[in-house]
């Protein structure tokens, strides 16, 4: 028979293990709680508003459903290239982020390139007019290309606000010339890109801080 102090001491070791067990799961559940906050932000893909844009005379086309994400990001001194995340460094400003998709394609080796027209600018609390600080990056035919900055140009015609200031719609014109990545200066191919984007639902999420918003404004000739 087991004594009683045996007994005791039974109970206490299952007990202490019992416990061990508890602390290490609450210990995973935590580390994986606070894994899933820093990455629950997903930019969502949207259908709604219009895009039309010509690449060297040719139409690119859009997906016909998730054609595009949108939203303003911070952007700092270490993330100050198009597409790029603005959690890191310095912040230096509020940008405009709007990338279109268009077709999957396979290359030689059997990997997937997803065409896409990308673009980014200064938000500047909304303001209308070309651009500051614009940029066009362009996924097409297998290649990828950056717009030259001094022959680039992005008029945002009009921002209209929703009612809760969590969004807004977005029309605006561009026009710039590009050159390919990763090739000699030489052989860099270079291609003309202009159209216009018209009621593109831009995000702006809860950690964006913004100064007075400019209401619902259309831009004047002048202003284009």
Known sequence: ???????????FKAMKRFLTLFFLLAIITAGSSFKLTRHAHVEQ??????????????TFQAREENKYTAELMNKSAESNTLLASGNGGKLTRVATMVNFYGSDFKDDDDNTFTESLGFEYTFNEGSLGQAADQKIIL??????????????????NKIE???D???????????????????PAQASQTLSVKGKMEDIVISVPSWI????????????????
Do not use: H
């Open 165 to 183: 200031r969590r969004s807004f719609t977005l029309s605006a014109d561009f026009d710039t010339k590009m050159k390919s990545w990763g090739s």
């Open 1 to 11: 028979m087991i004594k009683a102090g045996e007994l005791c001491q039974l109970k």
């Open 139 to 156: 996924s097409y035919n297998n290649q990828r290309f950056t717009s030259i900055p001094s022959e680039t140009k992005i008029t945002v």
């Open 209 to 224: 801080i913004l100064k007075n918003s400019v209401p619902t404004a259309n831009a004047t000739d002048d202003d284009k």
């Open 161 to 163: 606000w929703s009612s």
């Open 45 to 58: 893909f949207k259908n709604d508003g219009y895009l039309m844009a010509s690449i060297d005379g040719k």
